[in-house]
């Protein structure tokens, strides 16, 4: 076959025949009497060789390699193949992230735009310095999608940029609690701790108290923690158990309890708080540390209830514990004899 024929049955234009006749892979076996090139049936199946491992994106040099070499294994190229494509989809994934947050706040002109992808590499910069100052220095008027700050909120690791960013969150005044509640969902237990304090910064949005509650049983304890305290600081009593923990666990206990001590003073909450701070004092494997740190709690709360309790406490068993409930005890006999006066 002539290469004009060729072209028309294999689909591959003529000027590419020739190329591949140049770089010596492709070659016709045959010349016509006036010198045209001529394929056999072999050199057609050559032809659709290369085009079916072009079409799996080896170049022209690989692909001349995999033809000539009998040594030539496909797996190792495969398999840079296979990466090679994993990085290309992840920056097309990554263009289209960005041109769905750039359309995502309507931008008005260019000028509008070049603040958004401005904002956006900022907030890729390696330095943590260049994304807080990225974050700071968006110019009032223009918008910048939610959804552009949350997946940075929820990335970042740097204290100083992650505290920006909720603020940026604030005041982006979008619906930005179900973004991040994707976070709260996420294996990842630094995302979800993260997503957390985002949603604690605007506990007062819609939304905002629901998805707190559902983190309550989180097994990270930094997560149940910030969400047991912004509830707990909301008056939800639901957050008793988790706010209890704590306490026990000494994390952020003296907060813990200084929470509780307000949730107390809700008649209705009281009793559930003490009731919760005195069967962990029973428990038969509280030690002592922690009974002190319950002890210390009881002083939070209001009421001739949590007195009577600690002045039994200051009979205890164990010494330390004693000696704690004395010493608050005379303390509080004191601040009621100075508010008699």
């Not at 290469?3 to 028309?8: F, L, N």
């Not at 079409?55 to 090679?84: C, H, M, N, Y």
């Not at 707990?232 to 988790?242: I, L, N």
């Amino acid at each position: 076959m002539l290469i004009g024929e060729v072209a028309r049955r294999s689909g591959v234009s003529t000027r590419m025949l020739r190329h591949y006749d140049a770089l010596g892979l492709v070659r016709p076996t045959g010349r016509t009497v006036g010198g045209y090139r001529e394929y056999s049936a072999a050199d057609v199946r050559r032809i659709f060789h290369v085009e079916s491992l072009r079409s799996l994106g080896l170049s022209l040099k690989q692909i001349g390699r995999a033809l000539e070499d009998p040594a030539f294994t496909p797996s190792a190229l495969v398999g840079d193949l296979i990466r090679w494509t994993e990085d290309r989809l992840e920056r097309e994934r990554e263009l289209l992230e960005r041109l769905r947050a750039v359309d995502a706040s309507a931008p008005s002109g260019w000028h509008d735009v070049l603040r958004i992808v401005e904002l956006m590499q900022g907030l890729d910069s390696a330095s943590a310095a260049r994304r807080q100052q990225a974050v700071l220095a968006r110019p009032e008027g223009v918008a910048v999608p939610a959804e552009l700050l949350v997946r940075a909120v929820l990335a970042e690791s740097d204290p100083n940029v992650a505290g920006a960013l909720r603020w940026a969150l604030v005041r982006s005044g979008g619906d930005v609690v179900a973004a991040l509640a994707a976070g709260v969902r996420s294996e990842d237990a630094g995302v979800r701790r993260r997503a957390v304090r985002a949603i604690a910064a605007m506990s007062e949005a819609p939304g905002a108290t629901a998805v707190l509650a559902d983190v309550l049983g989180d097994p990270d304890p930094t997560v149940r923690g910030h969400a047991a305290l912004t509830l707990g600081r909301r008056g939800v009593t639901g957050a008793v158990p988790a706010l209890v923990g704590m306490v026990v666990e000494g994390a952020h206990d003296v907060d813990a309890a200084e929470v509780l001590g307000t949730l107390s003073r809700d008649h209705g909450c009281a009793d559930r708080v003490l009731t919760a701070l005195a069967g962990e004092l029973a428990a038969p494997n509280a030690d002592s540390a922690t009974r002190i740190r319950l002890t210390q709690a009881l002083v939070e709360l209001p009421g001739t209830t949590a007195r009577e309790a600690l002045r039994r406490l200051a009979h205890d068993e164990d010494r330390a514990v004693a000696l704690v409930a004395s010493a608050f005890v005379t303390v509080l006999d004191e601040r009621c004899r100075e508010d008699r006066v």
